[in-house]
């Protein structure tokens, strides 16, 4: 399974994003789309799951409200994550993987860089 994040950039704060993560070919053994960040000098944090089937999503309380996880049901390996009200604190790189529970991931993608600036 390839994973591939883009979507990031350079956005003033307040603004939006939306991430998209594509994955090469379903397989049975990950059970959640999940997207994680890295801020720099920090380690990488959980931010949203989604399960595969579509009808359960998962947040981290910091991104709860501001965040939100999709996936294109016509794509069912294209996984979104709309990012509003961004922070300056928001900044990271942001990784998709498939995951057999919410955080535990076999496949990861490359990241993609998100910047927010103030």
């Known amino acids: 399974v390839q994973l591939q994040a883009s979507g990031g950039g350079l956005v003033q704060a307040g603004g939006s994003l939306r991430l998209s993560c594509a994955a090469s070919?379903?397989?049975?053994?990950?059970?959640?789309m999940t997207w994680f960040h890295q801020a720099p000098g920090k380690e990488r944090e959980f931010v949203a799951a989604?399960?595969?089937?579509?009808?359960?999503?998962?947040y981290a309380d910091s991104v709860k409200g501001r965040f939100t996880i999709s996936r294109d049901n016509t794509i069912k390996n294209m996984v979104y994550l709309q990012i509003n009200s961004l922070k300056p604190g928001d900044t990271a790189v942001y990784y998709c993987a498939a995951c057999e529970t919410r955080t535990q991931c076999g496949y990861w993608g490359q990241g993609t860089q998100v910047t927010v600036s103030s």
């Open positions: 989604m399960n595969w089937r579509g009808d359960r999503t998962y």
């Open positions: 070919v379903r397989t049975f053994t990950w059970n959640y």
